[in-house]
């Protein structure tokens, strides 16, 4: 199947039933070459994918390789689930550091909250690791955690202190 029309205008595939002869479709606009797919009566848009290739659920905008607006607050917007024990799992590939932060969509900036490093280390606001023996404190609601030394081990409550300190937030 090949659909051709004027590069400055959309065409597409609908689908309809007795009620509706445009209860969903996917459609290719050569004006900004993105295709995108809807639901719902044809004109909710779920998914796009732009000239750059970014993909978007749930926003006509996506800013990022995969970008999931989620429009129900009663959802997660992502949920891993798996068939067995080790199904649902959050993975990077070998030797890169899995990063978990907030982005500002109106500065395109990226703020990193937590990491994982790749030999399995946990840090804080960063590349702020502990080291073998410490845990994390609470320094309360507005400040970041600190590590500290653990002088009884271990799953014990937080011995004298020897910090690092991440910045807060």
């Known amino acids: 199947i090949q659909i051709s029309s004027p590069n400055n205008v959309e065409n597409g595939i609908l689908f ?3 009620a509706d002869n445009d209860a969903g479709n996917i459609i290719y606009d050569h004006s900004d070459n993105a295709f995108s797919f809807a639901t719902n009566g044809g ?3 779920r998914l796009r994918i732009d000239s750059s290739g970014q993909v978007g659920l749930n926003t006509v905008a ?3 390789t995969l970008d999931i607006s989620n429009t129900n607050n009663n959802t997660p917007v992502i949920n891993l689930e798996g068939g067995t024990d080790t199904g649902g799992d959050l993975t990077v590939e070998s030797g890169q550091v899995l990063q978990v932060g907030h982005w500002n969509r109106d500065t ?3 703020t990193e909250r937590f990491r994982i490093g790749t030999d399995g280390a946990l840090g804080i606001a960063g590349g702020n690791y502990g080291s073998s023996g410490q845990v994390l404190a609470s320094q309360g609601p507005t400040s970041s955690p600190q590590w500290v030394d653990n002088a009884s ?3 014990g409550p937080p011995g004298p202190a020897s910090t690092v300190a991440g910045p807060p937030g």
């Open 16 to 18: 309809g039933d007795d």
């Open 43 to 45: 004109t909710n848009e």
């Open 62 to 64: 996506p800013t990022a």
């Open 108 to 110: 395109s900036t990226f």
């Open 153 to 155: 081990g271990p799953p």
